[in-house]
């Protein structure tokens, strides 16, 4: 990993299986430890998607990305600081190159809308992933028990208060 630094802005690249960027950002680091990079992002903060256009965000987010997981987590608030939606990306652990952050994003999704339970989503993209990026049987049960794991973590996830900008 390079050397990040707390405030730091850095660009991150959601990317499909094959390297496509499909979604780009800008967020500032919150923290960063050995295994651990938090970024927030203040709702109106632009999100290109692949065609290029802009959908700036309509929430304040808070990203955790570990370093030896197979997802991802968002914490989403509304703009006044409630926290509305927890949800987890099943994807490889973030890269870094050329001062950018990216990770791989196979689809396979958790998500709990407060106050409702955690729901496994997006198996139908998880279908057409396996079938078009030819997902190994072992693969796909490795991110089925990652998704198990993401539920369990989306039940009973603590987020911090919402981050101020």
Known sequence: MQNIKVGELIPV??????????????????????????????????????????????????AYYWFDKFYNLLEVFEPDGRLVHIYIKIASPPEFRDGVMSFKDHELDVSKVLPNPATLVDEDEFAEAILKYRYSS????????????????????????????
């Open 13 to 62: 690249h959601a990317c499909k299986t094959d390297g496509t960027v499909y979604r780009s950002w800008q967020a500032t680091v919150e923290s960063v430890s050995s295994n651990l990079l938090v970024t927030v992002a203040p709702a109106g903060s632009s999100v290109l998607n692949i065609q290029g256009e802009d959908y700036p965000l309509t929430h304040h987010y808070r």
């Open 138 to 165: 072992e693969f796909q049960e490795k991110m089925y028990a990652v998704a198990r794991e993401a539920l369990e973590i989306a039940e009973s996830w603590n987020a911090k208060p919402c981050p101020t900008f």
